[in-house]
């Protein structure tokens, strides 16, 4: 398949979408990477994204891009900012809307037709990326630390059941800090988010089976966090 011929008319920019995908895996916050597959960057990594159709929303283009060279689809989704330096593409003037997304761990993800690869990478051994996805990558790990410590949104992270002891985890690694077991587990069910489940998990060489919890979907979405998460 043939690459998208460039949109923008002489003297005109171009909008472009591209998403910051997180999820944590094996203790370490990564992101998703395609290797692109037709110039310019030929064979380097960078952040799925691409040109915004004339008839579709800033969002509904993050979403069918993702799905084109990722496979994901119906993920958080949330607009990061915009970044227009002159010089940014070497195809012409292009203005890019950044998003980040989350997904847990379960998800599944393939290379879509204009990408030969999608890999995971944990955010601190990111490779040379292509065009200023480096910058854009910086902006979003910045604000995903911030909106843990003040929203739930790290729940979007973890699979639908999860322990207490992997939440904390979860915001440790994100947070790149250590938090106080009996606290943290004493602020979060205070705040009456979670709900239990009548299930449990059981890990090798752990005597006591661990409670299962879910995030109550009816809480409120941008609980203010240093309450939650000291």
């Known amino acids: 398949m043939d690459p998208k011929p460039f949109p923008a008319r002489a003297g005109?920019?171009?909008?472009?979408?591209?998403?910051?995908?997180?999820?944590?895996?094996?203790?370490?916050l990564k992101i998703l990477l395609i290797q692109r597959a037709f110039p310019p960057f030929r064979g380097k990594w960078a952040l799925p994204?691409?040109?915004?159709?004339?008839?579709?929303?800033?969002?509904e283009a993050a979403l069918r891009e993702?799905?084109?060279?990722?496979?994901?689809?119906?993920?958080?989704?949330?607009?990061?900012?915009?970044?227009?330096?002159?010089?940014r593409d070497p195809r012409g003037r292009v203005i890019?809307?950044?998003?980040?997304?989350?997904i847990s761990k379960d998800v599944e993800v393939q290379a879509g037709e204009e990408a030969t690869h999608a890999e995971w990478h944990p955010v601190?051994?990111?490779p040379d990326l292509a065009f200023d996805h480096d910058k854009i990558l910086d902006y979003a790990v910045q604000r995903l630390r911030y909106k843990l410590e003040y929203s739930a949104v790290g729940f979007d992270?973890?699979?639908?059941?999860f322990t207490l002891s992997e939440l904390q985890k979860a915001y440790e690694i994100v947070l790149e800090e250590k938090?106080?077991?009996?606290?943290?587990?004493?602020?979060?069910?205070?705040?009456?988010?979670?709900?239990?489940?009548?299930?449990?998990?059981?890990?090798?060489?752990?005597?006591?089976?661990?409670?299962?919890?879910?995030?109550?979907?009816?809480?409120a979405k941008e609980t203010k966090a240093r309450r939650l998460f000291p």
Request: charge should be negative; hydrophobic fraction near 35%; aromatic fraction near 10%.
């Open 157 to 161: 992270l973890l699979p639908d059941e």
């Open 179 to 219: 938090l106080d077991k009996r606290n943290f587990r004493s602020r979060i069910l205070e705040s009456r988010i979670l709900m239990e489940t009548k299930h449990f998990q059981t890990a090798p060489g752990q005597g006591r089976p661990a409670k299962l919890y879910r995030y109550r979907k009816s809480a």
């Open 124 to 126: 601190e051994k990111v």
């Open 12 to 28: 005109q920019p171009a909008v472009t979408v591209d998403v910051v995908i997180f999820r944590l895996h094996e203790d370490a």
């Open 49 to 59: 994204g691409g040109f915004v159709n004339i008839d579709e929303t800033l969002e």
């Open 96 to 102: 890019t809307v950044a998003y980040f997304a989350l």
């Open 66 to 87: 993702m799905e084109e060279e990722t496979g994901v689809r119906e993920v958080y989704l949330e607009q990061l900012y915009s970044f227009g330096d002159p010089k």
